[in-house]
């Protein structure tokens, strides 16, 4: 690519001419792109991805687009999300090997990425909605929030390096308001691009009459904006995450912020909660079994991120917090702190993951599990369901103290009949 | 100055002539350098401080040096810390109309700023040796917080703004790295540059065998390096503080950091409670009379605050925390939100507070107060009560629910023999 060139979207057919010379993707793909295979998967809102094929391999080619693509121009976002994506990826991939597409090639003028293709996975969403297992889900992910957390922190860093990263990724402004506005302040009012299925409006009244939930929400979000503990993913959810039967991989880190730790990690729950709200229209004589797997998925991830976390904390607590000479080297147990941490961290999650439960059903993005159900009134009985959990994870964050409380809680709105 | 000139620390005597060329100085002074007055006033630990009179008017010439004085220069700091307290001075002075030094010119290259000179103000911290009233007090720092803390958020600032200025902020690394060692760490073990007075050794084993208080101080430090809520001026205690009978200014805020509200208005409330605690050894008949006033400005400060901050939640809540969308449009009031952020503040304070107590008398930096008391039997002795009482503020500090119980908890130890 030409440089200093400016930005210019790519098509299917430009693609070859315009990447011929980025020797990056010659040496995975091939050297003549005349041959290349080129087709466009984008099925996000914010970009252009390409699948690029060639004798030697194959590669995603992922450009940004100046603007919102589910809204259409009229929604402009800057290309310099890009350059976030690809500064997130490098660090998941360190603190988290093997868990993210390895990037081959970034040019920040075209907002473009060449990246690992991960085949013959597919997106986990799809595979939830079909009723496919995933063998070692639940530890990939629980490791994987885990390792990026602990080493994304203060636990782990140093402060110098912790600084500059929180400086650099300040820079992402327009990418995390997005999350700031249609997560956690527009289910709860009547906002321009909202929408919800029709039948739930005495829910969507219920919840924003609900003075105390919205307090606790705007001190979630304030702590999304304020609390820089560790890099997040920032839209850790199904959609982000690409699986085959039994290997996994996490996409999409372009909403990276430093970030409360319990945010990717309750996001996640989130949309595992989603999932298993939406079966009884996906599924037939499996509906069971299914559900009682997701539920699993929420229970093995949660506890997989606690094991990961306390390994860490014994073996890589190299930051200024909690340092060994306050604890160890005063032949002092430091679990009593660890054990805190993790009480906060689970407060936070499970407070994210209800508001993310709201959203989903009532701003502007929702989500395949219920938009798929083309039976609306089914449809709203099972966002009703869904949203009242949310409400209720909303309010009583603080006291769950173990995974399995919300599981139950779970099983207990899934046979409510709310509408 | 010459442009591109390198760094050299000013002398009284280099002074006139290398700064008779700076503009914004000879408006304030004159135009004459020849007939400049110069003082160095410096008592700090960072900075040279020139006091620069002439016929027009007298200024402040104050200038980093890259070392820390008190240990000289073993110690090495960067020089761009002037750059931070330039950018916290004019934040200050727009956030806080008149209550920090105007500043007149700033030189980067030099780590020079020209400031307002206040006069016949003095150092706060010698008042209170001294059993002087300051009138106003109170109302002036709770006010100060509260606007500074308030207007320095997202309750107020716009969000691209604010994630900006963290972003600037965070370049200031060795600053906040002293209050992260010193204050939170250093009084916890034995470090290198600690120092207590002798009689102390019990009370230090015991602080230090508390696993409970080291942790809850660890928690507090997380929040200290990662939460972002406000610009803090980060070294607020009464030796940052100037003071007529009347009048009143806060200084020297090269600790700005982006951080917790609570942390300003703790440390300058720990700084009062050792003031009271040093007392005994101060005065004579007009003790409880001094003790008492100095109580009441804890009371009145934290009054002040909360009666300012509540009137800027109503009339400056401008930015995306608590949007008037999700509460007074929908005809719901937001004060249960705004009582919740308060006590929010006050455990961080209490917590900050407790904690600035153990540091000064614990770690590197003592402060005047008691270390003014040469009698070291009688210094101890009034120390352990200080100490013992920072331990009961980190311990309690989310069950403090008003000022009052931190003043009846402090006559208590203030009367208790603890050595």
Known sequence: MRAGSEYEALTVESLPARLAGVAALVAQVGPDSTVWRVREVGDGNLNLVFIVSGPDGTVIVKQALPYVRLVGDSWPLPLYRAFFEYHALTRQAARAPGAVPEVFHFDETQALIVMEFFAPHVILRRKLIAGEQVEGLADFLGRYCARTAFRGSELSMRSADKKADVALFAGNV??????????????????????????????????????????????A????????????????????????ARDSRVIDPEFAQYGPIGFDVGMLCANFLMAYFSQPAHRGDDLETYQNWILRVITDTCTRFEVEF?????????????????????????????????????????????????????????????EDIADTAVRARLEARNLMMGAALIHQAGTLSDVGMVCAMARDFNGKDIL
């Not at 302040?185 to 299925?197: G, I, K, L, Q, W």
């Not at 219920?206 to 105390?212: E, H, P, Y």
């Not at 560790?230 to 690409?242: A, F, Q, R, V």
């Open 174 to 219: 327009e990418i995390p308001a997005i999350t700031e506005g249609l997560v956690f302040t527009d289910p709860y009012y009547e906002a321009e691009m909202n929408n919800h299925t029709n039948g739930l409006d005495p829910v969507v009244a219920q919840l924003r009459a609900d003075v105390g939930l919205k307090v606790r929400v705007q001190q």
């Open 310 to 370: 306390r390994a860490l904390w014994q073996s890589e607590r190299t930051g200024i917090l909690y340092p060994a000479s306050l604890f160890e080297d005063q032949g002092h147990d430091s679990t009593l702190a660890c054990d805190a941490m993790l009480n906060e961290i689970w407060c936070d999650a499970w407070s994210f993951c209800g508001i993310e439960m709201h959203r989903r059903c009532l701003s502007l993005a929702h989500n395949a599990d219920f």
């Open 221 to 244: 979000l304030q702590r999304f904006t304020s609390n820089t503990q560790t890099m997040l993913h920032g839209d850790l959810h199904s959609g982000s995450i690409m699986s085959t």
